[in-house]
């Protein structure tokens, strides 16, 4: 009878055990779940964001070694806007920027009453004088209405940027739609929606002090000029995905 009695007991603390760990496994795999799945979002959101300044950064220090840019959609040729573009799309890779994001590139030129630097060979003379910001022109890769420049004909460099007369700037926006749930998307029908991440460098040419960047067709001209302008600047005219 004593031993019939601790087989059952046994038996008891068994069935115990094992509904312990049920209700423990019931109770951890979703929350490790849920940790492992959060911290894997929140390390695509960082890559993403830094995808995005770095191609900003990569593309202004590339175009501030230039000497000009050429309205060509080709990229045999290295200072072509095509091959600007698909500079972008590499340097977001994994990302793609072509189907997910814009890039946008504003050439700045000094247009005061007493100086005016816009143009192909147009060089400013040195002053500290503050300038007036013109736009030169304006490219961007891809038409996207919620990608829009926030470089504007009234808006065109922050008033903390020293911008001098003769002075001239250039300033790459760089675009991309995130979609903050990826992994959990399909399990989620409700997850919040995407978000368009942003990023804005200004930068100066190395190459040709006081001068602006200016814009060639393929033949090596300049591009006819835009109001006010010498040829090479169109003005704000966007040029799309050229």
């Known amino acids: ?27 951890i795999v979703p929350v490790m779940m849920f940790m492992l799945f959060g911290f894997t979002e929140v390390y695509l959101y960082l890559r993403a964001v830094s995808m995005v300044e770095h191609a900003a950064f ?29 500079d972008a799309n590499l340097l977001a890779s994994p990302d793609t920027l072509t189907a997910n994001g814009n890039v946008i590139v504003t050439s700045v030129c000094d247009k005061s009453s007493s100086e ?16 007036k910001p013109t736009i030169c022109w304006q490219a961007e890769a891809n038409s996207t209405s919620a990608m829009k420049s926030q470089v504007t004909t009234s808006n065109v460099l922050p008033s903390t940027w020293p911008f001098y007369q003769g002075d001239a700037a250039l ?3 760089v675009f991309y739609r995130y979609n903050p ?26 190459v040709l002090n006081w001068t602006s ?30």
């Open 58 to 86: 990569a593309l202004a220090n590339s175009l501030g070694q230039m000497q000009n840019v050429t309205d060509q959609s080709g990229t045999t040729n290295a200072n072509s806007l095509g091959s600007l573009w698909a």
């Open 171 to 173: 300033v790459v926006e």
């Open 213 to 242: 960047m200016p814009l060639i067709d393929t033949t090596g001209a300049a591009v006819a000029a835009g109001s006010g302008l010498s040829a090479g600047c169109p003005g704000s005219t966007i040029i799309v995905g050229s």
């Open 116 to 131: 005016n630097n816009c143009g192909l060979n147009v060089v400013g003379t040195p002053s500290l004088t503050s300038g």
């Open 181 to 206: 749930f990826p992994l959990l998307s399909s399990f989620w029908p409700g997850a919040p929606g995407s978000t368009v991440l942003y990023r804005r460098i200004y930068a100066r040419q190395r």
């Open 1 to 27: 009878m004593h031993k019939l009695t601790s087989a059952r007991r046994n038996g008891l603390a068994r069935r115990r055990s094992r509904g312990v760990a049920a209700l423990e496994v019931v109770i």
